[in-house]
Nanobody, 124 residues
Framework: QVQLVVSGGGSVEAGGSLRLSCRYS????????MAWVRRPPGQEYERVARMQRRGYAVYMDSVKGRFTISKDTTENTLYLQMDSLKPEDTATYFCTADDKHYCDIYSGISYKHWGQGTQVTVSS
């Protein structure tokens, strides 16, 4: 059974940094793609960053150069380091995982497993 437990988040001023953590279990390293998805207030879900099964990272354009997705397989934890935060980064952030065979090239947000959301609020 896959479980994703998210921690981190909070409120910061623009230009600040936050790190989100997603402790996972039931995820076989190398078989699952993982991603951070967010939902800004009143908007649709956005996939912020994803990590392919071999560890290659892909980012949405608006966070490139500011956000870094990483995974510590010894701690079974996925991270999202967010630097130079902007008010438009305000959203509820979710950790997701999926083992669909095409997950490396999957461009949507319909991941099979979701952790609980954590709020990130960036003030101007």
């Amino acid at each position: 059974q896959v479980q994703l437990v998210v921690s981190g988040g909070g409120s910061v001023e623009a230009g600040g940094s936050l790190r989100l953590s997603c402790r996972y279990s039931g995820v076989t390293n190398g078989n699952y793609c993982m991603a951070w998805v967010r939902r800004p207030p009143g908007q649709e879900y956005e996939r912020v960053a994803r990590m392919q099964r071999r560890g290659y990272a892909v980012y949405m354009d608006s966070v490139k150069g500011r956000f870094t997705i990483s995974k510590d397989t010894t701690e079974n934890t996925l991270y999202l380091q967010m630097d130079s935060l902007k008010p438009e980064d305000t959203a509820t952030y979710f950790c997701t995982a999926d083992d669909k065979h095409y997950c490396d090239i999957y461009s949507g947000i319909s991941y099979k497993h979701w952790g609980q959301g954590t709020q990130v609020t960036v003030s101007s």
